[in-house]
């Protein structure tokens, strides 16, 4: 039995509600409903915690039996950037922890008294930061996942992307150092909270993000095809996630412009599935038209999990052009769909593909490598068809189930050593 009744998941930037694919909404939105969903069919109950950005949002919304998004006001409503939401922190953190206190007073509907919340779980540095200050006035251990990390991003950061900022290095290496237990995704991930923040061994916890394997399943892919409307003879490539120079679109744009030009033999065509996200001007749309590709690449919005699935069976290959991933969702969905993928050889990618066997992993974001690996695939569709086999039977290990199991161990070990650090730590 676990010692771990209830769970203040802090996800402030961005809500699990809010659809994957644009602005900030991406694999981590995915990844604390999913969580949540799959700790509430253990028995724990989850009250996940994300900012108010509008009046008429409900104060609360039950998204399953024991799992509740609660919307808390602070700053104004709308949205606010990434870039001002430090200056909300404080503010943050005081709504959370009287929401908190305000849950424990409360009775159940039965008239008993309500689970008391055991452990503060945060995800992404601001959540972090705020995470910091209510489990220190609530006197409660608290759980990090960082999903991404400045000083990582900054030691891979490619002409024309903007540094993340010191205020966010800054955060990270306080949350590294007063966190109770730190959840990394992979261990590259781990080794990179140990060398980048000096991170304590003893409290990182290694946990796998998952997939839900009843909606990602490799099933009527002809069928899929023709509902999308991909021709037999059409070599399909799926992008799925934000349009931003991190997640690499562009990469495509230029290996279809190169493959259109040498390999005119491949039918080739694009659908890019996601919404602009950030600041800069990132325009795919225009540079679909600027590389002449108007005709067989394709801009759509982002799309639930159910209709995502039908595109990445669609698809012939999916390709994951990322400079930066702590993992890789849609490379772990898209392999689940029997569909092999293409990823950049960096951070949690080599974890969720396995190169050679359900995928490629490409060196660089190259656009001449890209083109390389994406003919190959199209030269030896046997190949493919024995990769797309291969992905959906390596998904099959990376279920919610697992995840939260694994994440309620960190939990457990974080109310054990709440008190008593670990030694060397």
Known sequence: MHQVRRVAMLSLHTSPLEQPGGGDAGGMNVYVRALALELAAAGITVDIYTRRT??????????????DVHHI?????????????????????????????????????????????NVIHSHYWLSGMAGLLVAKRLDLP???????????KNHHLRPGQLAEPGIREDGEQHIVAGATRLIANTTAEAAELEGHYDGCEQRIDVVSPGVDLKIFKPAFRDRSRQE?????ERFHVVFAGRLQRL???????????????ERPDID????????????????????????????CAS?????????????????DVVAVPSSSESFGLVALEAQACGTPVVATNVGGL??????????????????????????????????????????????????????AAQTMASYDLALTYQYVAPPGC
């Open 54 to 67: 509008s009046a008429s949002q409900p104060g609360t919304v039950a998204l399953a039996p024991h799992v």
């Open 73 to 117: 006001q602070a700053g104004p409503f709308g949205k606010v950037s990434k870039e001002a939401l430090p200056e909300l922190v404080n503010e943050m953190a005081d709504a959370v922890a009287a929401h908190i206190e305000a849950l424990s007073d409360a009775p159940s509907p039965a008239g008993q008294a309500a689970l008391p919340v």
């Open 142 to 152: 608290l759980v990090h996942t960082m999903h991404t990390m400045a000083r990582v």
């Open 228 to 232: 999308l409307g991909i021709a037999a």
């Open 247 to 261: 997640k690499g679109p562009h990469v495509l744009v230029k290996a279809a412009a190169l493959l259109r030009a």
């Open 268 to 295: 080739l065509q694009l659908t890019f599935l996601g919404a602009r996200s950030g600041s800069d001007k990132y325009d795919l749309a225009a540079m679909i038209d600027d590389a002449g590709l108007s005709a």
């Open 299 to 315: 801009v759509l919005p982002p799309v639930g999990p159910e209709r995502l699935a039908d595109w990445y069976r669609s698809a």
């Open 350 to 403: 080599p974890r969720a593909v396995s190169d050679g066997r359900t995928g490629l992993l490409v060196a660089s974001r190259s656009h001449k490598l890209w083109a390389q690996a994406i003919a190959s695939l199209h030269d030896f569709p046997q190949t493919r068809a024995d990769m797309g086999r291969a992905a959906s039977v390596y998904a099959e290990a990376f279920g919610w189930e697992r995840t």
